[in-house]
């Protein structure tokens, strides 16, 4: 039997320098990482785990706390080595904070970097002062792109009611970036409603197009959802998520929800059948993959590309 992948996520901060209008993080609660209290915490979940580990950072922006980034990581894969495990980190970032110092630390550890880049528009992701960050972005993704291999940088391409509409015109615009990688991030939170669930529908029915039209060319194009749809075919278990908060505290709720009456996460259940959504649709297009000439190669290098979370 195969043992299961286990997956930790890590929330380090409150603090984000975006505000972005979707978010339901308090930027004003100034909940920094306690470093000591989150390996205390890791420790256990990486024993009781298989021999694969997925450990995603995440905040608000983690690289506000750049320096509980890089001792996570660091103390995390000692305590991996001494326990005879395999760490896979990933990191969702907005990328503005990214310095080529950081760049080469995570390079060295490998470490899976996925940049929220939803679309163009000025609304996408906003700064305080309401302007937008995508150019912003787009720059700083010339050092990006020239500090880390394009296997390991992924686009976390957020999708919400309010942009479901404009799904296939971000999609194409994150492409154009020179991602190779997008992971598509069901905002939960805002009401989604069946106008905009049609509407992303048609809008991955036009990724499908495009991820089968290059899938057996030099540049073929990977869904994280899809990746993960590939290794349940092949086999591999990935169990759910442990929630860690910046305290250390499990938390049954991710970050952003975490301080919901639980009442009030009710209201989250329309935007996880949207997680659902997209998840069954990754499948079926899975499934069209195996059946194509070159299926193999495609998913060897799905499984090279990795699973974030």
Same mark, same amino acid.
């Given at each position: 039997?195969?043992?299961?992948?286990?997956?930790? *996520?890590?929330?380090?901060? #409150?603090?984000?320098?975006?505000?972005?209008?979707?978010?339901? +993080?308090?930027?004003e609660?100034?909940e920094?990482?306690? $470093?000591?209290a989150l390996?205390?915490?890791?420790?256990?979940?990486?024993? =009781?785990?298989?021999?694969?580990?997925?450990?995603? %950072?995440?905040?608000?922006?983690p690289? =506000?706390d750049?320096?509980a980034?890089?001792?996570? +990581?660091? /103390?995390?894969?000692?305590?991996?080595?001494?326990?005879? *495990?395999?760490?896979?980190?990933?990191m969702?970032?907005n990328?503005?904070? %990214?310095?080529?110092r950081?760049?080469?630390?995570?390079?060295s550890?490998?470490?899976?970097?996925? +940049? #929220? $880049?939803?679309?163009?528009?000025?609304?996408? &992701?906003?700064?305080?002062?309401?302007?937008?960050?995508?150019?912003?972005?787009?720059? *700083?993704? /010339?050092?990006v792109?020239?500090?880390?291999?394009?296997? *390991? %940088?992924?686009?976390?391409?957020?999708?919400?009611?309010?942009?479901? =509409?404009?799904f296939?015109?971000?999609?194409?615009a994150v492409l154009?970036?020179?991602?190779?990688?997008?992971?598509?991030?069901?905002?939960?939170?805002?009401?989604?409603?069946?106008?905009?669930?049609?509407?992303?529908?048609?809008?991955?029915?036009?990724?499908?197009?495009?991820l089968?039209?290059?899938?057996a060319?030099?540049?073929?194009?990977?869904?994280?959802?899809?990746? &993960?749809?590939l290794?349940? =075919?092949?086999?591999?278990?990935?169990?759910?998520?442990?929630?860690?908060?910046?305290s250390?505290?499990?938390?049954?709720?991710?970050?952003?929800?975490?301080?919901?009456?639980?009442?009030?996460?009710? #209201?989250?259940?329309?935007?996880?059948?949207?997680v659902?959504?997209?998840?069954?649709?990754?499948?079926?297009?899975?499934?069209?993959?195996?059946s194509?000439?070159?299926?193999?190669?495609?998913?060897?290098?799905?499984?090279?590309?990795?699973? #974030?979370?």
């Amino acid at each position: 039997m195969i043992e299961p992948i286990a997956r930790v *996520k890590i929330s380090l901060t #409150s603090d984000c320098n975006l505000r972005c209008a979707y978010c339901a +993080i308090d930027k004003e609660r100034g909940e920094r990482a306690d $470093v000591p209290a989150l390996m205390a915490a890791l420790a256990p979940l990486l024993r =009781a785990g298989g021999r694969v580990a997925l450990v995603g %950072l995440y905040g608000g922006e983690p690289m =506000a706390d750049y320096a509980a980034v890089s001792a996570i +990581i660091a /103390k995390a894969s000692r305590l991996a080595g001494r326990l005879g *495990k395999e760490l896979r980190f990933s990191m969702a970032t907005n990328g503005l904070l %990214l310095e080529r110092r950081h760049l080469r630390f995570l390079r060295s550890r490998e470490v899976e970097v996925c +940049i #929220s $880049v939803d679309g163009p528009r000025r609304d996408e &992701r906003a700064f305080a002062d309401g302007r937008g960050s995508f150019e912003a972005v787009a720059e *700083k993704l /010339k050092l990006v792109f020239a500090e880390m291999p394009g296997r *390991k %940088l992924t686009a976390l391409q957020g999708v919400h009611p309010g942009n479901a =509409a404009r799904f296939e015109e971000n999609f194409r615009a994150v492409l154009g970036l020179g991602f190779t990688n997008v992971n598509l991030e069901m905002i939960q939170g805002p009401p989604w409603n069946e106008q905009a669930r049609g509407a992303f529908v048609r809008g991955f029915g036009a990724a499908r197009r495009i991820l089968l039209s290059r899938a057996a060319s030099a540049s073929p194009i990977f869904l994280h959802s899809v990746n &993960r749809a590939l290794a349940a =075919a092949a086999g591999t278990a990935i169990a759910p998520a442990a929630e860690l908060l910046p305290s250390g505290e499990r938390s049954p709720a991710p970050y952003p929800f975490a301080h919901l009456a639980a009442g009030s996460r009710a #209201s989250l259940a329309a935007g996880a059948r949207m997680v659902e959504c997209r998840d069954r649709l990754s499948r079926r297009l899975a499934q069209e993959l195996l059946s194509r000439r070159g299926a193999r190669a495609y998913r060897v290098e799905a499984a090279r590309r990795g699973l #974030s979370i």
